[in-house]
């Protein structure tokens, strides 16, 4: 206890109070009541109650609870204020509140001006830094109220500072961790990644959300997730019960379409989860959407390439069997017709069994090609390398489809450097030599047809060109594929594998094959065939 305070109690209880007692005394005082109080009991007790509320302050450790005059001078201090600010009592009373300021706040009177507000509002709160003796700073909580007598003078100002600096870090750390988690967040790019309320509201938005849905963030916090459903599921309140689900179960995932700012769809992988607090209670709700689009798509090309690889399979199996069971009837018909027209010798009849015959024998021609697509398909096209005379093989190919060109109206023209050998399977050889004949009588009918044939290095080069109308140039990059035509069904007949097969053949030796337009008009084929088998192998399997 101060010193000063002690003596005032032991001056005002060293003081007589027998007059004013025996003064009472002889006043009548009816049994069981006490005598009235006296001025000088009452003062004591004033006293009394004065030290048991500085004891009260002194014990208070947490909070710096102490007096200023008018000026701001310090007038009492407390031990909270000794704990938190440094100074013991001599040390601090009749100095001014402004050495617990920082410099900057000093310079701009800080001080000064809360105790005026303190002075004109009767209180004043705010929270921030503040000075030790030692220099040091902590994050301070004050109160400065005015102080005023039953008159409503001022006498001097309350101050009441609590160190809040643990508080204040804890809080500091808190928004530093939730900033970089934000920045995190923000950076992602391939998840949108946000917050909703607990109904359904966006609440947060990052970079990878708005990339996904094509929103802004002022554009959609705010707004309920159903936008970004299509019409049928928010029809369906598809959102609502998704939310429900997750709040029930505290996830749900689902992948399905999603509706970008734009109106286009996207495949999205989403998971919305339950944000909850200590307690339970329901916060809102997390929500993460990847779009998957590219890996949905690639799914379903791979699916359609497996099946479309099925449906290949199958009709390449058909077309064997087919082919296989065609050829059978095909030559027993070719046979009675040879027999026949040996039997007859009437003009109409031996016209018929004509026709009949050159019919048989396309067919023969079709049915044949289908086989060596089945072959090709099932890497079953087999070559008979042995030498070969192919200037001789070219002459006799040409000779034998000298009806076949003055049918289509053709002038056969032929360059054919003698001695161009090599070793192939002269069966396949005259078969791709022979497609392109056809092809040209078919395509340039009425056309003069050249055919050259010479040796460039280790290689021998056939090339056959047409006066026809030329290949469309759109047409030129598939003309060679299976099933493939340059042309409408509508105006020439075929199954368009005739090229097909012929690059089949070409390759299968090693060799390659190329198609152009001539720039007077018509087109050339190229087959460039190794004069050495080298590495050609004896079947290749053939691509789809």
């Known amino acids: 206890m101060p010193p000063s305070r002690k003596s005032r109690i032991d001056q005002k209880a060293a003081q007589p109070v027998a007059s004013s007692f025996s003064a009472t005394t002889e006043q009548e005082v009816e049994p069981g009541m006490l005598p009235p109080p006296s001025r000088h009991h009452a003062e004591l007790r004033a006293v009394v109650a004065e030290e ?3 004891l009260l302050v002194d014990s208070v450790k947490d909070y710096a609870i102490f007096m200023l005059d008018t000026q701001g001078r ?16 001599d040390e601090i009373i009749g100095q001014h509140i402004s050495q617990f300021y920082p410099p900057e706040e ?61 508080r204040k870090l804890a809080e500091d750390a808190l928004r530093a961790s939730e900033e970089r988690f934000r920045l995190l967040i923000d950076s992602v790019k ?54 429900a689900d997750a709040e029930r179960l505290g996830r749900v995932e689902e992948e399905n379409w999603r509706v970008r700012k734009d109106g286009t769809r996207f495949w999205a992988d989403v998971v919305i989860s339950a944000v909850r607090d200590a307690q339970g209670v329901l916060r809102g709700f997390s929500k993460v959407t990847r779009d998957l689009t590219d890996r949905k798509l690639a799914q379903e090309e791979r699916l359609r390439l497996v099946q479309a690889g099925e449906a290949i399979r199958l009709r390449d199996e058909f077309l064997t069997v087919a082919s296989h069971e065609l050829k059978t009837p095909i030559a027993a018909l070719q046979l009675q017709l040879e027999l026949m027209r040996g039997k007859t010798l009437d003009p109409k009849v031996l ?20 086989l060596d697509v089945a ?9 008979k390398l042995e030498p070969l005379d192919l200037s001789r093989a070219v002459n006799e190919v040409l000779e034998q489809h000298q009806v076949a060109a003055m049918r289509a109206g053709c002038v056969v023209s032929a360059r054919i450097e003698p001695g161009v050998t090599g070793a192939w399977d002269s069966l396949r050889v005259e078969q791709a030599i022979t497609n392109l004949l056809s ?106």
């Not at 909580?141 to 001097?156: E, K, M, P, T, Y």
């Not at 049928?232 to 019960?241: H, I, L, Y």
């Open 375 to 383: 072959r090709i398909s099932t890497g079953r096209l087999e070559l």
């Open 52 to 54: 048991q509320l500085q």
């Open 351 to 370: 016209s018929t069994l004509e026709r009949a015959t050159r019919s048989t024998t396309r067919l023969t021609t079709l049915v044949e090609a289908l």
């Open 190 to 243: 391939d998840y949108a990644i946000f917050m909703l309320d607990t109904q359904g509201r966006v609440q947060t938005w990052n970079t990878g959300a708005e990339r996904i849905k094509g929103y802004r963030a002022d554009e959609i916090i705010g707004q309920h997730i159903s936008q970004f459903y299509p019409p049928e599921e928010r029809a369906a309140d598809k959102p609502g019960r998704l939310l």
């Open 439 to 544: 092809n040209a009588f078919k395509y340039a009918t009425g056309t003069p047809v050249g055919v050259a044939l010479t040796s460039e290095g280790g290689d021998a080069v056939l090339e056959v060109a047409d006066g026809g109308p030329g290949i469309p140039p759109e047409a030129l990059s598939r003309i060679f594929a299976r099933f493939e035509r340059a042309t409408s069904r509508d105006h020439y007949g075929g199954l368009g594998l005739g090229l097909y097969i012929t690059r089949e053949i070409v390759e299968a030796h090693g060799g390659s094959i190329s198609a152009r337009n001539l720039p007077g008009g018509g087109a050339a084929f190229t087959i460039r065939l190794p004069r050495e088998p080298g590495s050609v192998l004896g079947s290749r399997a053939g691509s789809p």
């Open 74 to 89: 310090v007038q009492t201090w407390n031990t909270g204020a000794e704990r938190i600010k440094g100074y013991r009592a």
């Open 106 to 166: 000093r310079a701009a009177d800080k001080p000064g001006r809360l105790l005026a507000d303190a002075e004109r509002l009767g209180r004043i709160e705010e929270e921030n830094w503040r000075v030790r003796k030692d220099g040091t700073r902590f994050w301070a909580d004050v109160v400065i109220s005015a102080v005023r007598d039953a008159q409503g003078v001022l006498r001097g100002f309350s101050k009441v500072t609590r160190d809040l600096t643990d």
